[in-house]
């Protein structure tokens, strides 16, 4: 059954929006709301953009994922998955290669909600996933290393193994002033949960940090020092051209763009069901996804996704509808028109602080010691995916690690097919249990092979292997194939060989039990006229009834 291409804000409508879930939502909505101004400032700096880019994103993509979106409780704005990527194309393609990029990807996301994709994506490995995440985790950490010692780099190399060449080459101008800040910031974010958690301590910290450089009168970096004032309102909606040459060269990053999207709103999404017991709609969240990241390209944003930590804490300050998620988008807008000149004052040092928790939490590093605990195959993906990320590029990264995942869950599935010669062991069947053997003649000349498993490409050869360990070729072959579930080109292909083979020598092949789809698999191929459908019995009785009587033709035209 096909999930309804249908908003949930509408679905909420529908059913009738109360006070209670109003006055709900508005804390939800405003609770977040003081959470996300630090983040977005803090990670669009990260990306290599200017700190309101940050807030453009949160309040556009945020108010129109919000509307269209297929979640009741998500809530979108840039996020630490997307400071690598961005990172990397504003370095190498400038700003408006990155607008070009995210508006391709907001393509792709619309164009894979229509298709109904949303079920597809859940099949990407987890080790793949916690691979890229603690990877970028390790990146936005290293990112931040400059600003928190204050080392006074003009300009960080973006490749991981030159950073911290580059670190170390500066590690002896560390200035304590700026350390004693980043510090400071640091123990109010870990340490203030313990007094409330209803007040963010990355807000407190930014607070107390700016109030307190900007009082004293403290000699460190500031966001107006770093990039200039901070405007006070959106700015006008932009279209970039958009050339067949650039369209080419931007499609593999807004591809990866596209992926994270879709992967971090749609696991958010699942874990925000989890929390409140309700159902997202896949499709209409990618499609709700690609139109956010359209409206934060034109608006001078960045690309935009669900982000966990911040739908989590909507949810556990009383949001319940898209409706949080709009106020949220609104309250972000106020901050930027009435006291966004203000925010220029923020030290560099407290918002390196707020990413370097950010990058704590993302490295998920529990999980990744505890997937060091599976099979080879698992953590072989994720280490590859781990150390791609970090030392190559997060696009290959994920590519590899999926490309390997796949190999190696087709190399489990071939193992698992397999052939095995039952003629003699029949006796111990359970179907021949309630038998008399002796009344049930196998005739000479006949073999029976049961067959496990689908019969797919990466089975194929060790099928055929293991149907010509028979040394002396069988006047009838009985294929049971009931334990087959499923079977593609290469499956029907190898068996045609081995029917085809068989009537060189006189002799049929029969199969018996084959499961409805795989029947209709073979029909479809024209593989049943190939055989004559009447040697498709249902059971391994009806199958050796067929090859007695073929036995006895052949010995009576032997015999003629």
Same mark, same amino acid.
């Given at each position: ?73 998500? &809530? ?6 997307? =400071? ?15 607008? =070009? ?18 079920? *597809? ?82 807000? &407190? ?17 500031? &966001? ?46 699942? =874990? ?54 709009? &106020? ?65 590029? *997060? ?12 190999? *190696? ?152």
């Amino acid at each position: 059954m096909h999930q309804k291409l249908e908003p949930k804000l509408l679905s909420v409508l529908k059913e009738g929006y109360t006070l209670k879930q109003f006055q709900g939502d508005l804390m939800g909505g405003l609770t977040v709301g003081v959470v996300a101004l630090p983040l977005a400032i803090a990670l669009a700096i990260a990306s290599g953009v200017k700190p309101e880019q940050g807030l453009y994103t949160a309040i556009v993509a945020g108010f129109v994922i919000a509307i269209i979106g297929g979640s009741r409780t998500q &809530i979108s704005g840039p996020t630490g998955a997307f =400071v690598v990527i961005v990172y990397g194309i504003v370095q190498k393609y400038g700003y408006d290669g990155l607008v =070009v990029a995210t508006l391709i990807a907001g393509v792709m996301l619309i164009i894979m909600g229509l298709a109904r994709m949303g079920a *597809l994506l859940k099949f990407v490995p987890y080790p793949v996933i916690v691979g890229f995440t603690s990877g970028i985790a390790l990146i936005i950490f290293s990112s931040q290393v400059n600003d928190f010692l204050g080392l006074g780099i003009g300009k960080v190399p973006a490749d991981f193994v030159e950073k911290w060449i580059e670190y170390a080459t500066h590690f002896g101008n560390v200035d304590p002033t700026t350390l004693g800040v980043g510090v400071a910031s640091l123990v109010i974010i870990v340490l203030w949960p313990r007094v409330t958690h209803r007040v963010p301590g990355q807000l &407190i910290a930014i607070l107390a940090a700016t109030i307190a450089v900007q009082y004293f009168q403290i000699p460190v970096d500031t &966001i107006q020092s770093r990039f200039g004032g901070m405007p006070t309102g959106l700015p006008s909606p932009q279209l970039p051209t958009v050339t067949w040459s650039i369209f080419q060269e931007l499609f593999t990053p807004a591809l990866t763009i596209a992926i994270l999207a879709a992967l971090e709103s749609l696991l958010s999404s699942v =874990v925000a069901d989890g929390m409140t017991g309700t159902r997202h709609r896949s499709n209409m969240e990618l499609i709700g996804q690609g139109a956010g990241n359209l409206a934060s390209a034109i608006f001078g944003g960045i690309p935009a996704t669900g982000a966990i930590a911040r739908t989590a804490t909507n949810i556990k300050s009383g949001g319940k509808t898209p409706f949080a998620a709009i &106020i949220h988008a609104v309250f972000l807008l106020l901050v930027l028109l009435l006291i966004g000149k203000w925010a220029a004052m923020i030290p560099m040092a407290t918002l390196a602080a707020v990413l370097i928790v950010v990058a704590y939490n993302m490295s998920e590093w529990r999980e990744f010691k505890h997937l060091l605990t599976s099979p080879r195959g698992d953590v072989a993906v994720l280490l590859v995916t781990f150390l791609l990320t970090v030392f190559i590029e *997060l696009t290959v990264a994920i590519q590899v690690g999926i490309l390997l995942a796949a190999f *190696l869950f087709l190399q489990r599935m071939s193992n698992e097919s397999r052939v095995n010669v039952i003629t003699q062991t029949l006796d111990e069947d359970e179907e021949f249990l309630s038998r008399d053997m002796s009344k049930i003649d196998i005739p000479k000349g006949v073999e029976v092979f049961e067959v496990y498993g689908s019969l797919f490409f990466g089975a194929v050869s060790q099928f055929k292997e293991s149907i010509r360990v028979v040394a002396n070729k069988p006047k009838v072959v009985i294929l049971r194939m009931r334990q087959v579930p499923s079977i593609d080109a290469s499956g029907i292909h190898i068996l045609e060989e081995v029917v085809k083979e068989s009537h060189v020598s006189g002799g049929i092949v029969i199969f018996s039990a084959v499961s409805g789809s795989v029947f209709q698999a073979m029909k479809e191929s024209g593989f049943v006229d190939l055989v004559d459908n009447r040697n498709f019995v249902p059971d391994i009785f009806a199958a050796l009834e067929i090859a007695r009587g073929h036995i006895k033709s052949m010995s009576k035209e032997i015999s003629d």
